[in-house]
């Protein structure tokens, strides 16, 4: 179904021996000179997989090519941004476009693939088929590329050292289309490993470094998503404000959902306790309880949290601010507050409005 290739080992052993035919030269010539195209600044991100695209299928088809996506993670975060990305007429429309992001598990395959790796996926069926039986939410753009079309695929990774990790994905079509690659295909992977570097470098250029990042807000990094019910998460509130006030808690929860779902529970509980702590500073904390709602067609959830009786003291919080960073609605009133979160978003680590202060 899925299996690990070291590129390097087989360009040591094989590349002594290789004789590239004309096509498949050209084909290398053509991707060294995407990569100074966009080094040159001459190619736009965005356009970078419609040229790739290109490149493997004219002026005869190569792999049998029908989607090229480049995307990239930052660290603490299992978060993936689509920087640029190709369909062929032969798949479903584009739901993955570039401004495209989700949260992926943090045990998922893509984020343990080492540097000297690919990743060849042989029947993504198989994959949906696996979530199904385990009776597990099938991962978001799994269940997009699935309904695409795509039916097999690749993934080259490469790392800008501790900033991101960039994935290039090719997929195809038709089952088991990359399971048996020719030797010099590990010559164009290391070119395109190459063409990934470059596009993780032009496309943090100018981006200040992480440590440049405010405290506050490289806090919410670790909010990866993880696959979580609302009955853990409800416990995490409960333990983390007790901890903090020092005394047990009257506390209850309810929720319109049974199932886990992937929620950034670290963000939340960093932005929920800094709401509760500052806009409820209490001698005696009253009755709390939580709610856990998702909204109806299932991409949002909204989390109101209620107390039994006002504040004795409020302190002023500037939510506002902190609920642009983690992509979510806050409404506060006497007596509760609210955090409106879209489930296929978050903090977007790579904006610059991340980076201003």
């Not at 899925?2 to 084909?27: F, P, T």
């Not at 198989?126 to 009776?135: A, F, G, I, L, S």
């Not at 904390?285 to 039994?308: A, D, E, M, R």
Request: aromatic share 8%; net charge negative; hydrophobic share 40%.
């Amino acid at each position: 179904m899925e299996k690990k290739q070291n590129i390097y080992v087989y360009n040591r052993i094989k590349a002594a021996q290789l004789e590239l035919s004309k096509d498949e030269s050209y084909l290398i010539s053509r991707l060294v000179g995407l990569e100074n195209n966009l080094v040159n600044g001459d190619l736009a991100l965005e356009k970078v997989a419609t040229q790739l695209f290109n490149i493997f299928t004219q002026p005869s088809p190569e792999l049998d090519l029908d989607r090229v996506c480049v995307a990239i993670t930052t660290p603490y975060s299992n978060r993936l941004h689509v920087l640029s990305s190709h369909n062929s007429p032969a798949l479903g429309g584009n739901t993955m476009e570039p401004g495209y992001n989700c949260f992926v598990a943090p045990n998922t395959s893509l984020l343990q693939i080492q540097e000297s790796d690919l990743r060849i996926c042989s029947s993504l069926g198989d994959v949906v088929q696996n979530y199904q039986r385990e009776n597990k939410p099938v991962q978001r753009s799994l269940g997009r590329l699935f309904t695409m079309g795509v039916r097999s695929g690749l993934t080259i990774r490469a790392s800008l050292g501790d900033i991101a990790v960039g994935y290039l994905f090719l997929n195809s079509r038709i089952v088991g289309r990359f399971d048996h690659l020719e030797n010099w295909h590990y010559l164009a992977v290391c070119t395109l490993k190459l063409l990934l570097k470059s596009i993780l470098l032009q496309h943090f250029q100018g981006v200040l470094s992480p440590s440049e990042i405010p405290t506050a807000k490289r806090k919410v990094h670790e909010g990866a998503k993880d696959l979580v019910t609302a009955e853990q998460v409800a416990g995490e509130v409960q333990h983390q404000l007790a901890e903090r006030l020092g005394e047990s808690l009257d506390f209850t929860w309810d929720a319109n959902f049974k199932e886990a779902i992937l929620f950034p529970q670290q963000s939340f509980l960093f932005l929920h306790s800094q709401i509760a702590l500052s806009q409820y500073n209490f001698g005696s904390l009253p009755k709390l309880k939580v709610s856990f709602q998702i909204q109806p067609g299932g991409q949002t959830i909204v989390v109101t949290t209620s107390f039994s009786s006002a504040p004795q003291q409020a302190s002023d919080f500037e939510f506002l601010d902190v609920a642009s960073i983690f992509h979510c609605k806050v409404g506060l009133s006497e007596r509760e507050f609210s955090l409106e979160y879209d489930l296929d978003k978050g903090l977007d680590p790579l904006s610059k409005v991340a980076y201003s202060i």
